[in-house]
Nanobody, 124 residues
């Protein structure tokens, strides 16, 4: 069993910042890509950012490209999503996911393990 647990969500004012963390535990996995997805009420789950195992490749959705930063610390089995200049449109449940494919995925079905999600609410 592989467990992913997100933390760091909460309520923040527009223009503020939050740092999400994702800890991977249980069965040890390596060489996995990590993605952050979000889902707002009534909308499809969308990829926000993704990072390869060695952090050599990163992806950002256009809507967050200049505001969010994805990173990871493999020694701590932890991924991060630093979010700045938050907007009300960023309000959603944020999920981290791990994908065991060689290539960093951008689609939901390219990820094998998922966290339970953490709520991010941006007020204005």
């Amino acid at each position: 069993q592989v467990h992913l647990v997100e933390s760091g969500g909460g309520l923040v004012q527009a223009g503020g910042s939050l740092r999400l963390s994702c800890v991977v535990s249980g069965r040890t996995i390596t060489n996995y890509a990590m993605g952050w997805f979000r889902q707002a009420p009534g909308k499809e789950r969308e990829l926000v950012a993704a990072i390869s195992w060695r952090s050599s490749n990163k992806y950002y959705a256009d809507s967050v490209k200049d505001r969010f930063t994805i990173s990871r610390d493999n020694g701590k089995n932890t991924g991060y999503l630093q979010m700045t200049s938050l907007k009300s449109e960023d309000t959603a449940v944020y999920y981290c996911a791990a994908g065991l494919r060689y290539v960093m995925g951008t689609a939901r079905d390219e990820y094998d393990y998922w966290g339970q999600g953490t709520q991010v609410t941006v007020s204005s």
